[in-house]
């Protein structure tokens, strides 16, 4: 007979354990408060947040990483297109200083793609951020000034991630509305 408190143990994950949850509205003044504590007042300005003040995030894809029931990481999506291609923004990501370096970052960018991708509609990742985090984790150089932002971005910070390879060479214009007939 498996009793309650061995069920519980079972379904839930062991002490210390990294695990990836789909955020609630409970989690909104963590993820403001992190975000404010990763990027600064300056957070506004960045042209990333333009693209989210154009185009909403979609909170379905809004993830949180945790540990023993704390919430120590957030991860945002952003539906968009490029030249009539569906794809999404990734971002912000971030990890609460606390707990930086246990994988919770890496944990929640490739879990936000695979989950977004998994729906077919989209066909690639784009995201602004540094090479050496991402590229390990599958993300691709693009073409320099080829995807165009509401903003000045580093164009050598323009990384996109998708199933086909070539996307991220060839990929051109600029960010719109995922599904412009919306
Ligand atoms: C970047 C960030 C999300 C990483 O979170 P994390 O949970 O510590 O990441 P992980 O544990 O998965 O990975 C940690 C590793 O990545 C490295 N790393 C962290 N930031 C990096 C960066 N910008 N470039 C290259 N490597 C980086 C760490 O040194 C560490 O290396 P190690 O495993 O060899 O010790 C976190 O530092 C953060 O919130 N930073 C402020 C906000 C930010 O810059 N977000 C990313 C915007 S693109």
Excluded at 54 to 66: K, R
Excluded at 103 to 111: C, D
Aim: charged share 20%.
């Amino acid at each position: 007979m498996t009793t309650l408190a061995a069920a519980k143990a079972a379904s839930s994950p062991a002490a210390g354990q990294l695990i990836v949850r789909a955020a609630t509205s409970a989690d909104d003044v963590f993820v403001d408060d992190l975000q404010a504590i990763a990027f600064g007042p300056g957070r506004f300005a960045r042209t990333a947040f333009r693209v989210r003040e154009q185009f909403p995030i979609d909170p379905s894809l809004s993830l949180i990483a945790e540990v023993d029931g704390t919430a120590c990481g957030s991860v945002w999506m952003t539906p968009i297109s490029v030249d009539g291609l569906k794809g999404y923004l990734l971002g912000p990501l971030a990890t609460h200083p606390n707990f930086r370096k246990r994988g919770a970052g890496k944990l929640l960018a490739r879990e936000v793609a695979k989950l977004a991708l998994a729906r077919g509609e989209g066909q690639f990742v784009l995201l602004v951020g540094d090479q050496d985090y991402y590229c390990p984790l599958g993300w691709d150089i693009t073409t320099p000034g080829n995807i165009q932002f509401p903003g000045p971005v580093d164009p050598t910070r323009v990384l996109l991630l998708a199933e086909d390879k070539s996307l991220a060479k060839s990929l051109k214009g600029e960010i719109a509305a995922f599904d412009p007939e919306a």
